[in-house]
């Protein structure tokens, strides 16, 4: 993409910038002024100068991503698509800057306006999910060559390389190549403590060339030595940090340079007295037609950098194929999966769920071009590669499988990256237990609602001899604490597959699909019309009479649910069993479903975890089987017999409330 448009002074431009961040700053009497005003003049010179979007198409596919990943500058971004002229973001949404049901949130939240790429705030998180974005660019260029060749650019500060999640993503980013990744370094030397120099002694360029990246000093309020920095940036075919040494609160004549200025509103006067010192002479949330004109202008390239590239859509002969990709459909799924299922019922394979994943992942991802695969380093464990799914390597993106290192949190921010960019759909895996590593992203997904697909196994006791640091005993119920996640925890190949099914069609959460490393017998023998796993939890198996005991288990306790059933049903016993793979898709069904699989009689719950979080489906008086504290190193046999975890226990646990 060339650049056409130069302007050759943005400090205006950047003033209105920083005018709008104090005082929206000052009337929501909250709020973050600092780093919008120190970073103002980079980010006008970054738009001016080289962004490309498209405010009336913003989910035109090669726009440039900006991520504001010091999300506390909120301000910057809503100011900047303001001026950038989003129809979403008038001024009244400025003036409503962290009201209630504005769009304008104390920190930028995906989906509550255009051009949010991403919602930020957790410190590195947003830095890690820009690695995600660009991984997208390059898997893109590979496939769609001169469609795709967008840039993702990162504002960072120096909370954000400080998070240790920032090594994973520098590590990753510079390995992998990412060129166009630019992480511009709000280097203000200011947290909210104080002096950087209270906290941390490290040499940032130091760290960043060690991992592979271009680096360049920046005078932060010098616009030629800024458009200097990120020219040559954009030609470096490394990643680039541009340390853009900076005042923090720029034009706030007393504060300025201050941690005073961080996270508070700079009062009347001392917003009087920066309107003076910056020469800006406009009232509160007024900005002059000549600015408004000159950042228009950005749109105006971009409108027109986008219908060129519509043009060259239009008669590239990879438009079918990038329209279809773009779309994600799943409809190729349905069949091969009916095949595929058809032939589970057939040959009743008895695996670990771990390995029915990989199976239906070899249909999945023959189906769906869309699908990106990786493991943070467990791929032989996870088994999340599926035939034929060739490795990523940096030199060549052609590939549809990623090898995220051990990186369970840069991993899954990345993921969350490559979701957002809507270029592909992103699976990874790692053991269930190191889910806590991956927490704050699997989080930020539920809340931006992204689908992204978090393969998780070895989900219990089960996993052996590796013992309690591998064994996840509460992570199950963590997991089910996170609104707006599915956990999927099937019980056999047949539920996998139906898992899988699910996780590609849900389009507005993300999936956890927490599986055993041990081999499990089919308990589903028949292929049903409907998807039961989708319905969270069914009878699995029925009794004639009245019930008089319904057991409830997940994943790998199915069996053993089973089992006991058929002790309860030697003596005469009325027992039902209902397997509940997802607790979340449950609550989702008709209250008088939910009645009819749970029943009234009394129930006994059966997991290798907590019981926290089976109040979804047991009552006081119910009974639970399961672990009460951490595991043990042992075979697997010796430790469900160990932990009281079998089907004696469970057909005791029954007659006690019969
Ligand atoms: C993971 C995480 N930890 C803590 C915070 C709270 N917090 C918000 S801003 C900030 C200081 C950040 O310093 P810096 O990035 O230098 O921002 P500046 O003060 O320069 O604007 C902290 C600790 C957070 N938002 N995210
Ligand atoms: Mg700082």
């Given at each position: 993409?060339?650049i056409?448009?130069k ?6 431009m ?46 035109w ?25 989003y ?21 930028p939240?995906?989906?509550h ?25 390059r ?5 769609f ?10 504002i960072?500060?120096?909370?954000c ?14 390995h ?12 203000n ?7 950087t ?23 932060g ?11 040559e ?7 680039s ?9 720029f034009?706030?004549?007393?504060k ?23 020469g ?7 900005i002059?037609d000549?600015?408004?004109?000159a ?19 239009a ?7 990038f329209?279809a ?8 799924l349905n069949?091969a999966?009916a ?6 019922a057939i040959?009743?394979?008895k ?32 088994l ?6 060739t ?33 592909f759909r992103?699976?990874?895996?790692t ?8 927490r704050p992203?699997i ?5 931006m ?14 996993l ?7 064994q ?10 996170i ?8 019980c ?20 956890v ?19 039961l ?16 005991v319904?057991?409830i ?14 002790q ?8 039902a ?66 932990f ?8 005791e646990?029954?007659?006690t409330?019969?």
């Amino acid at each position: 993409m060339t650049i056409t448009m130069k302007s050759a002074d943005e400090r205006p431009m950047a003033n209105a910038i920083r005018a709008l961040a104090m005082d929206a700053v000052q009337a929501a009497n909250s709020g973050h002024p600092g780093m919008p005003m120190g970073m103002a003049d980079v980010a006008a010179v970054l738009f001016n100068r080289y962004i490309m979007l498209d405010p009336a198409h913003d989910k035109w596919p090669n726009r440039d991503r900006f991520v504001l990943s010091a999300g506390h500058g909120s301000m910057l971004l809503y100011a900047i698509n303001h001026l950038l002229g989003y129809d979403d973001m008038p001024m009244e949404q400025l003036r409503r800057f962290r009201q209630m049901g504005s769009r304008t949130a104390g920190h930028p939240e995906y989906g509550h306006a255009k051009g949010i790429e991403v919602t930020t705030g957790p410190l590195g998180q947003g830095l890690a999910t820009a690695v995600g974005m660009a991984i997208s660019q390059r898997l893109a260029e590979a496939r769609f060559a001169e469609l795709i060749d967008y840039f993702t650019y990162v504002i960072a500060g120096d909370g954000c390389l400080m998070e240790g999640i920032s090594h994973e993503a520098i590590d990753m980013a510079g390995h992998m190549r990412l060129g166009h990744l630019v992480v511009m370094w709000d280097d203000n030397r200011i947290t909210i403590d104080g002096d950087t120099n209270l906290s941390t002694s490290t040499d940032q360029k130091t760290r960043f060339a060690a991992a592979g990246w271009h680096v360049r000093s920046v005078d932060g309020h010098d616009v030629e030595d800024i458009a200097a920095a990120l020219d040559e940036a954009r030609r470096d075919p490394r990643p680039s940090l541009l340390a853009c040494r900076t005042i923090i609160g720029f034009g706030a004549p007393n504060k300025q340079g201050s941690h005073d200025v961080h996270g508070a509103p700079l009062g009347n006067a001392e917003i009087a007295a920066a309107r003076v010192q910056l020469g800006w002479d406009h009232p509160a949330f007024e900005i002059p037609d000549e600015v408004y004109a000159a950042w228009n202008k950005i749109a105006e390239r971009g409108s027109d950098a986008r219908a060129t590239w519509d043009a060259s859509l239009a008669v590239s002969d990879k438009k079918a194929d990038f329209t279809a990709h773009l779309q994600q459909d799943i409809t190729p799924l349905n069949k091969a999966m009916a095949a595929y299922k058809a032939k589970l019922a057939i040959d009743l394979p008895k695996v670990a769920t771990r390995k029915a994943s990989q199976m239906a992942l070899d249909v999945v991802n023959a189906a769906l071009p869309f699908s990106i695969g990786g493991s943070a380093d467990l791929t032989g464990s996870n088994l999340t590669q599926s035939k034929g799914q060739t490795s990523v390597t940096p030199a060549d993106f052609s590939g549809r499988y990623l090898h995220y290192g051990i990186r369970e949190f840069g991993m899954s921010a990345a993921m969350n990256g490559i979701a957002l960019s809507g270029l592909f759909r992103p699976y990874g895996g790692t053991f269930l237990v190191f889910a806590d590593y991956a927490r704050p992203a699997i989080r930020l997904a539920a809340l931006m609602q992204v689908p992204t697909i978090f393969v998780m196994t070895h989900d219990s006791i089960g996993l052996g001899e590796d013992g309690p640091t591998h064994q996840p005993v509460e992570t199950l119920a963590s997991l089910r604490a996170i609104p707006n996640l599915t956990v999927i925890r099937p019980c056999d190949a047949m539920e996998t597959a139906e898992a899988w099914e699910i996780a590609m069609a849900t389009r507005t959460s993300p999936v956890v699909l927490a599986l055993s490393r041990q081999g499990l017998p089919a308990l589903r023998t028949s292929v049903s019309a409907e998807n039961l796993t989708a319905k969270g939890a069914y009878v699995l198996r029925d009794c004639d009479g009245p019930r008089q005991v319904t057991l409830i288990a997940s994943g790998s306790e199915v069996e053993i649910a089973m089992q006991a059933a058929d002790q309860l049903a030697a003596k005469g016993i009325s027992v039902a069993v209902v397997s509940a793979p997802s607790f979340e898709c449950f609550a989702k069904q008709p209250a008088a479903y939910r009645d009819a699989v749970l029943g009234d009689a009394p129930r006994v719950g059966v997991e290798a975890a907590i019981r926290m979080s089976w109040d979804m489906v047991l009552r006081q008086d119910d009974g639970f089987v399961g672990m009460t504290g951490f595991g043990a190193s042992a075979p697997i046999d010796a430790l469900y017999d160990h932990f009281g975890i079998t089907a004696k226990a469970v057909a005791e646990a029954a007659m006690t409330r019969l």
